[in-house]
């Protein structure tokens, strides 16, 4: 049973649009991540945190931010949506230690951009 | 650069076993992970090996060769459920995680 939460799991908008992906979790993980995928290619990592108040940028550059004010909570938000956007954002947490490979996903954030 | 590889797609009979390889170029190497990604839903964590040697879980092994670059994921008994997408991840130097693309397994009655 999964123990983090994404919403919208869909959302279709327009071009220039703000939006705000949302990530929970109940697992007390000090790491969360956010990564981008498409139909059968790779995970690509957008934005991590290594606890309160730390985020880094990843390697694929998506023009968004991200937000670590509480431990559960990790937010993702495009500024101006673009249809270069549309993609399945996917949200993890994991632990420490020799668990921090060990991610534990939501269920994805289907996002379209017309 | 890094890199991951591993087969686009195998198909494979119900019952019987299936072995996907994975081989790896990264800036340093902090262990090897295998995940399970059902169509549609995100990925599961199924194995970690650190260490040379072959894991052991159920219907599942993952084995590793650090010398050699190289891991494979063992699934016997073939059950249509683990018709899925296989993805091989490595953490480098900076305990990020690496990704291959993934291998999509068919599983045939």
């Known amino acids: 049973e999964a123990d983090i939460y994404q919403t919208p799991r869909y959302l279709v908008i327009g071009t220039g649009k703000k939006i705000t992906l949302e990530c929970s979790q109940t697992m007390g993980h000090d790491k969360m991540y956010w990564y981008q995928q498409d139909p059968g290619m790779e995970l690509h990592l957008i934005h991590y945190s290594y606890g309160v108040n730390s985020t880094e940028k990843g390697d694929l550059s998506s023009e968004s931010t991200v937000s670590r004010i509480r431990t559960e909570h990790f937010p993702l938000t495009l500024e101006s949506a673009r249809p270069s956007h549309t993609s399945q954002y996917l949200c993890?947490?994991?632990?420490?230690?020799?668990?921090?490979?060990?991610?534990?996903f939501g269920e994805g954030s289907r996002l379209t951009v017309l | 650069g890094q890199n991951i590889d591993q087969p686009t797609e195998m198909t494979a009979t119900e019952g019987a076993i299936v072995q996907i390889n994975c081989t790896y170029q990264?800036?340093?190497?902090?262990?090897l992970f295998w995940y399970q990604q059902h169509a549609g839903e995100a990925p599961t964590f199924l194995s970690y090996n650190v260490l040379d040697g072959l894991e052991e879980k159920g219907r599942f092994s993952s084995f590793l060769s650090r010398s050699k670059g190289y891991s494979y994921l063992l699934l016997k008994e073939l059950q249509m459920k683990d018709s899925a997408s296989y993805l091989c991840a490595v953490m480098d130097s900076n305990y990020q995680l690496i990704w291959g693309a993934g291998t999509k397994l068919i599983i045939k009655p």
């Open positions: 993890a947490s994991s632990e420490g230690g020799r668990h921090t490979g060990e991610l534990f």
């Open positions: 990264t800036s340093g190497f902090n262990g």
